[in-house]
């Protein structure tokens, strides 16, 4: 079966960060990750006893697409969840504006906290309602199948990788962050906070 490549769900520009940026990173990144998510889940499908009889935690085909998977299946989620959160004002509202202030003291100290994360991590930032805990917390993670906590779900997703920035703002991750937080689309983060909740 097909995933289907979602659509950016807006229009244009994000302030700074550029048409040419966004086509490139959703056109040929993100549905790359997409491709590669269905070859590696079709191979796995179609693998035989002898591939099954072979398996082994050194090396083997089986290890090698399992691995594949998770990087390719989160690469896929990672960018959906991302887009889906831009395309907003970045004004704060919903329910989850008082669950931030009550998890990290205010949005403001959110938005520091979060931001902070986002120039340790090497390629994402994860907002996220942690199942176990039942507490909202910032995880980080330098690839796409690193850092994730199971049981965690995603409400706002930053990708810091160079090519989510670079065109745009060479180096300066720091302005990129804050040009992020301009575009947020706190209704859809909201969304997935009340149905997390729920």
């Not at 989510?164 to 997935?192: C, M, P």
Request: charged letters at 25%; aromatic letters at 12%; hydrophobic letters at 40%.
């Amino acid at each position: 079966m097909s995933t289907e490549i979602q659509k950016m769900p807006f229009e244009g520009a994000q302030g700074s960060i550029s048409d040419k940026t966004l086509e490139i990173h959703h056109d040929k990144l993100y549905a790359g990750y997409v491709k590669k998510k269905d070859e590696v889940q079709e191979k796995l499908a179609a693998m035989n006893e002898a591939g099954l009889e072979a398996a082994n935690q050194t090396y083997s085909e089986l290890r090698g697409l399992k691995d594949g998977e998770t990087f390719a299946v989160n690469g896929t989620y990672l960018h959906e969840w991302y887009f889906e959160n831009m395309g907003g004002n970045g004004e704060v509202s919903g329910e989850i504006a008082g669950a931030l202030s009550e998890s990290f003291g205010s949005v403001e100290a959110f938005v520091k906290r979060f931001s902070a994360c986002a120039m340790a991590a090497r390629g994402w930032v994860v907002l996220a309602w942690d199942m176990h805990d039942k507490e909202l917390r910032i995880y980080t993670g330098d690839a796409h199948n690193h850092g994730g906590v199971w049981g965690a779900i995603p409400l706002l997703v930053l990708d810091v990788y160079e090519h989510a920035y670079f065109i745009d703002f060479g180096s300066d991750r720091k302005t990129y962050i804050e040009e992020f937080f301009k575009h947020v689309n706190w209704e859809a983060v909201n969304e997935r906070f009340l149905q997390v909740k729920s």
